[in-house]
């Protein structure tokens, strides 16, 4: 079975889809996986072509036959949603799939329907196969949709006798964070030495312990507050929690974000020597997982 590392952050803005793709950059053709879906942007680094795409329903929504309905509101009365108008009309962009309506129905005029929420896709890129995805504006089940991807990139691993899969994993604690770090091999934490990056990477850190999935991290722009990054230190310590690397300051991130390339393509300056160092240790330790 492939090995699947998940990069994740806790909260948006800490840089971790410049370190992801950066690690992509530096890695021997690893399937990528782009696991932010209700805001992907990795594709922006990577420009994937895309060979495949396959429609993702998300939760299933009500829907009404009028030719059936015998007009007892029973839907009506029971909907907390609003979904159905006082004239009996069901709208779907309001329904959010308790299926009570169905239930309550004595004519069996409603019933639930699958509804397209997304797409997933599979793509090559000049660093190798990516699957990425697209969650419709407002649509739930985005962390069905995580573990899509995860098996879409799993069976493209399998297929083409890939060992590693490098995942983009999306930021916070919730339930799609939860479907890209369930099973992986190990998680890299992007810590950023600001008060609500430490906060919310170590409420990260407990997720993925819950879940025993062993972890590295790594500190990113860690001169812009070193008495916090003192901080983050001594915290991994505490928690053996191994610190693979430092990554101070440099424009040169922004600039290579604007070209649409990795880091380590723009420039090979100081941010690229730490962020090849970082890789080297990850490496070092999937190998020894």
């Known amino acids: 079975m492939p090995r699947e590392m998940t990069i994740i952050s806790g909260k948006g803005g800490c840089g971790k889809t410049t370190i992801a793709a950066s690690l992509v950059a530096l890695a021997e053709d690893p399937v990528i996986a782009d696991a932010d879906v209700d805001a992907a942007d990795m594709h922006i680094l990577l420009q994937p072509e895309v060979r495949r795409t396959e429609e993702f329903s998300g939760l299933d929504v ?8 015998t007009e007892c509101r029973l839907c009506l009365d029971n909907c907390r949603f609003g979904a159905i108008d006082a004239d009996l009309t069901l709208h779907q962009d309001r329904c959010e799939g308790c299926a ?5 129905c004595p004519a069996g005029a409603i019933t639930m329907v699958e509804k397209n929420a997304g797409e997933a896709y599979v793509s090559d890129t000049r660093f190798g ?10 649509e739930e089940a985005s962390g069905k949709l995580v573990a899509l991807v995860r098996q879409r990139a799993r069976e493209v691993a399998e297929a083409s006798k890939k060992d590693l899969i490098i ?3 999306p930021p916070g604690t919730g ?3 939860i479907a890209a770090i369930t099973g ?5 934490v992007v810590f950023e030495p600001t008060l609500s990056g430490i906060h919310d990477a170590k409420r990260i850190i407990e997720v993925a312990r819950h879940f025993k999935v062993p972890i590295l991290a790594c500190i990113n722009k860690h001169d812009i507050n070193e008495q916090n990054t003192d901080q983050i230190m001594r915290f991994c310590d505490s928690e053996g929690i191994s610190v693979v690397g430092r990554i101070a300051y440099d424009d040169s991130a922004t600039r290579a974000m604007v070209a649409g390339i990795t880091v380590p393509e723009y420039s090979n300056g100081m941010i690229s020597e730490s962020l090849q160092n970082i890789w080297e240790k990850v490496r070092e330790a999937l190998d020894g997982h």
């Open 184 to 188: 992986a091999d190990m998680v890299l």
């Open 129 to 138: 196969p990516m699957v990425h995805a697209k969650l419709h504006a407002g």
């Open 175 to 177: 339930c799609t964070v």
């Open 100 to 104: 009570v309506c169905e239930l309550v």
């Open 62 to 69: 009500a829907r009404k036959d009028d030719a059936k309905c």
């Open 167 to 169: 995942i983009d994993g």
